[in-house]
């Protein structure tokens, strides 16, 4: 079935660059996306890629799509504070059912240090 | 725009009442609704989809006569919660897809629990 992986935890000084990254593997998926999400909120969409593509930059966010290795990942320049957060990888397939079902990682948490 | 409420927020009840929460998308029409339910430090699981004026389609696990979902209109749905037990205490998200849209939007999640 499907399956979306991440690493459970990131700690970056504030200021540095932050590397997210994720795993999938359905390869019938159309839609890869990155979600943000702090304490007791919900899920707040940051950006998302086409499978078709293999960059797509967004002010501080860069997201590279390794279609070949199923890996996704996400680059946030210039880390503030206000980033902490945790970050879900997710990824839809508008297959026969066309449903748009969402299949999300586990989430990373991102800390980001003064 | 695409903004996405629940309400309410945060409920707190006794075991063995039902409690509804309210998926409302404000500035589009969302023809397919989706109900996600989220543990403390885990991820998202999808519960159920609702399409507009149609039956929700369940996750296997998910049981639907306890957890009822009425999608009346393009900017509504609800999640009822029947007979709660402390088991059911949970953050529950929706999110909210327009026709052919590639993008869900999320609400802000209710909290409850039950005592």
């Known amino acids: 079935g499907e399956d979306v992986e991440q690493s459970l935890f990131l700690s970056v000084r504030e200021g540095d660059s932050s590397v997210i990254n994720c795993t999938y593997t359905d390869s019938s998926s159309t839609y890869l996306y990155w979600y943000k999400q702090e304490p007791g909120a919900g899920l707040q969409l940051l950006t998302y890629i086409f499978s078709n593509m293999d960059m797509k930059q967004d002010q501080r966010l860069t997201v590279l799509l390794n279609k070949k290795d199923k890996h996704l990942s996400l680059r946030i320049a210039d880390t503030q504070t206000g980033d902490s957060a945790i970050y879900f990888c997710?990824?839809?397939?508008?297959?026969?059912?066309?449903?748009?079902?969402?299949?999300f990682g586990q989430g990373t948490t991102l800390q980001v240090k003064p | 725009g695409a903004v996405v409420s629940q309400h309410p927020s945060r409920v707190i009840c006794k075991s063995g009442t039902s409690v509804k929460i309210e998926c409302r998308s404000l500035?589009?029409?969302?023809?397919?609704m989706f109900w996600y339910r989220q543990f403390p430090k885990q991820s998202l699981m999808l519960m159920a989809t609702?399409?507009?004026?149609?039956?929700?389609?369940?996750e296997q696990g998910v049981e639907k006569d306890k957890f009822l979902i009425n999608h009346a209109s393009l900017t509504l749905s609800t999640l009822t919660v029947t007979s709660a037990h402390p088991e059911d205490s949970s953050f529950y998200i929706c999110?909210?897809?327009?026709?052919?849209?590639?993008?869900?939007?999320f609400g802000p999640g209710t909290r409850l629990t039950v005592l």
């Open positions: 500035d589009f029409q969302a023809t397919t």
């Open positions: 997710a990824e839809s397939a508008y297959g026969s059912s066309n449903t748009g079902k969402l299949i």
């Open positions: 609702s399409n507009e004026g149609s039956k929700a389609t369940y």
């Open positions: 999110s909210a897809q327009t026709s052919g849209g590639a993008t869900q939007y």
